[in-house]
Every structure is written in structure tokens, then in C-alpha cells.
């Protein structure tokens, strides 16, 4: 009961903001412009290629006539609809950069035969973990072979990250791959390290049951990973089932709020390029900013492109001159899943890991201090 009326909650919030405001037509607004830019839109175009099929698919699916007559499916206004239950957790192995193997090789390039090798050879080192309780041990184990792709960093077209600028290099902590990918860093501590664990700040937005932020949000992690996407006129609500977040985005060319208003998911606002869904956020909150980045400049691009009846290819470009050298682009197939629909994510009733951490760290502190009483 619980879950339906969260799902019935979601839509009527969203059909009821679309009706009682007046927005221009879908499809006006301002045009994304910058460094790489465009480079990356004809990379998300041919990642979008891979979406479509995964390794199985590419050696047993010669039916190209039939892909070619599939329409992109229109709302009763007329919008593409995108509408649906969606996971990417089949992209759980896959590795955000480019690995060593494939170096001077492109994404796509790597597909067929030797893909599902690949995936193959990740299943294999997923299922020969040792046994324990870990983040390791939360994968669906057995869909690694599900993936789409070699790695997910599609442009620069070498699979990397570029550099971070000088100010950066200065404002910036070490990076810390696995909790920068899903956007889990803190700027202090951690329940992933040592510490110190002297308030709840210590412990990351994460921890404490407050946000993912985005894109952290919509990149595959150890469980949760299931998405809704629902549609009004004039707005598309995304609902993350990690730490319960919705999205509502107001299309139609809205310009965005005020420089000194900043939230945790940012101020988001799209408009429609065809059948793809561009979905441009600002306004972040220091906070939370992707992998560390500069709040003040800052803009995070999305592509939602529907690319077969159970695939939209999402695609983010990160753009940020005071944090890298260019922007650059990652992408990945949502695959349709009404089999695990967004699910209730009772974080802070369950979080018993904060006061445990905490109370820990108190009693601790009195050993210490005991400790240092004794002659």
C-alpha cells in the first residue's frame, strides 16, 4: 500500500504543478553552447547505438527492418514519452574510464564477440568474491552480462576524465574514484574511512540519508538502483528510488532562478531537440556538487533519447571551466524494468549507523581519556 501511494503521489503532484501553470510551448529555450559541446552531442548520438543492443543481442539479432519502423511513442500533447520504470544496474561492473586493455581504442569499437567476452570475464570476477557482507556482495551477480558497453566516459573520445584546471588542483582533496563516481565524497569524513567522527557533519550527505545529488543519483551503485519517469504538460518528474529523491523539471524555455538560490539537486530546466529530452541544471549547492566541482559554474547537461521501446540512452555532459580543462561526457542505457519498480527508501528510519558511528566514537574519546589518566 505504501509504495502504490507513493507512485500515485508522484504523478498527481506533477500533473497538478503542470495545470495550474500557464508555460510556453515545449521545445523554446536557449541553446547549450561551449567547449566540446558539440562533440559530445554526435558521441551521445553513437553511444546511443549501443543502448540498443547489448553483447547477446549483437550476434543474435539481424533485424534491422524491424528496428527501423519503430516510432518513438508520443504523449496524448504530443511529447515524446519517456514514461516508465527504468534500472541501469546492468552497468554496476562497468567502468567509468576507459580500462589499460583497450587503450587507443574507441567505445564503440568494442562490441560483438569480443564485448560479451568482457562481460563475461567481469561475471566471472564478480562470482569469484569472497564471501562476506560488503558492498561487493550486494551486486546482482548474475546480470553483469546485461551491460551495454566497454566503459562509460564517451568523450573525450580516449574515455578520460580530463585534467582538472590549477584552481582545482588547489581547492580540491585527493579523488577518491569509487564514492566520486556516484557524487558519495564528503568534504570531511566518511563512514568509508577512519574519521574523525566528532559530529553528524563528519559523515557525508550520503550517510545521513540527504541526497545523492546529480548526476550521483542516476549512476548505477550496490543496490536501489531503479528509476520512474513520469510526464505532464509542460514538466517530466524523475523519481530515484536512493534516497527518495524526485525530480520535477519544468520545460519550455523558463529561465532559471536567481544566481543565489542553490539547492542539493540544483535548478533544473529542459526542452525537447527532437525526441531527445535535454535537461540543463544549475544553482547547485556547495554541498553538493559532482565529484567537487565549482557551484558557481557548474552545468550539468542531460540527454534523455528513447532509442527502442525498453531503452532510453542517458547521457551527461559535465561543464565546468573552473574545475577541468573541457567539459566531458558520460553515458548508459536505462533499460526498461516494471519488475522492480521504485520502492519505499526508509533511510533515516533505518539509519542506525549514524548514532552507532557516533556513539562509538564517544565511547572511544573515554578510553582515551581514561587511558591517559592511568600513571
Known amino acids: 500500500m505504501t ?14 504543478v503542470a495545470s495550474a501553470i500557464s508555460v510556453p510551448v515545449a521545445g523554446q529555450g536557449s541553446q547549450v ?18 543502448g540498443n543492443r547489448n553483447a547477446s543481442q549483437e550476434a543474435s539479432s539481424p533485424q534491422p527492418e524491424a528496428r527501423k519502423k519503430w516510432v518513438v511513442p508520443r504523449t496524448p500533447w504530443g511529447d515524446p514519452d519517456l514514461q516508465g520504470n527504468f534500472t541501469n544496474k546492468y552497468e554496476q561492473s562497468t567502468p567509468f574510464e576507459r580500462p589499460a586493455e583497450f587503450e587507443g581504442r574507441r567505445v564503440e569499437d568494442v562490441k560483438g564477440a569480443e564485448l560479451a567476452a568482457v562481460l563475461k570475464k567481469r561475471e566471472q570476477q564478480v562470482l569469484e568474491r569472497p564471501a562476506g557482507v560488503g ?9 553483469v552480462t546485461k551491460g551495454s558497453r566497454a566503459w562509460l566516459v564517451i568523450d573525450p573520445p580516449d574515455g578520460k576524465i580530463p585534467p582538472i584546471t590549477p584552481e582545482a588542483q588547489r581547492r580540491l582533496a585527493p579523488p577518491e574514484a569509487s564514492l566520486d563516481a556516484v557524487n558519495a565524497r564528503p568534504r570531511a569524513g566518511s563512514s568509508f ?6 559530529g553528524p557533519e563528519d559523515l557525508s550527505l550520503f550517510d545521513r540519508c540527504v541526497t545523492r545529488g546529480i548526476p550521483g543519483s542516476m549512476i548505477p551503485f550496490i543496490h536501489g538502483n531503479s528509476y520512474q519517469i513520469v510526464q505532464a504538460p509542460g514538466f ?8 527518495h529523491e524526485t525530480r520535477v523539471i519544468p520545460l519550455g ?3 532559471h532562478v536567481g544566481r543565489d538560490i542553490r539547492m542539493d539537486m540544483g535548478d ?11 535537461v540543463e541544471t544549475t544553482n547547485f549547492a556547495d554541498r553538493t556538487t559532482y565529484r567537487n566541482a565549482n557551484a558557481a559554474t557548474l552545468r550539468l547537461i542531460e540527454r534523455f533519447t528513447r532509442t527502442a521501446p525498453d531503452t532510453i540512452e542517458w547521457a551527461v555532459t559535465v561543464d565546468d571551466p573552473k574545475t577541468w580543462t573541457r567539459s566531458w561526457t558520460f553515458a548508459m542505457p536505462l533499460t526498461r524494468n516494471d519488475r522492480e519498480p521504485v520502492l519505499e527508501f526508509a533511510c533515516h528510519e533505518g539509519n542506525y549507523a549514524v548514532p552507532n558511528i557516533l556513539s562509538a566514537a564517544r565511547a572511544a574519546d573515554r578510553n582515551h581519556a581514561a587511558a591517559a589518566k592511568k600513571p
Open 253 to 255: 524555455g523558463r529561465p
Open 268 to 278: 533544473a530546466r529542459g526542452r525537447w531537440e527532437g525526441n531527445t529530452l535535454v
Open 135 to 143: 558492498p561487493f556482495q550486494f551486486r546482482d551477480s548474475l546480470e
Open 193 to 198: 574511512n577512519d574519521g574523525p567522527f566528532d
Open 3 to 16: 509504495r502504490r501511494l507513493i507512485t500515485v503521489g508522484a504523478v498527481g503532484f506533477v500533473v497538478a
Open 236 to 243: 517530466v518528474g524523475i523519481r530515484y528510488e536512493i534516497i
Open 33 to 50: 553552447t561551449g567547449s566540446g559541446l558539440q562533440g559530445a552531442r554526435d558521441r551521445v548520438q553513437t553511444a546511443g547505438q549501443l
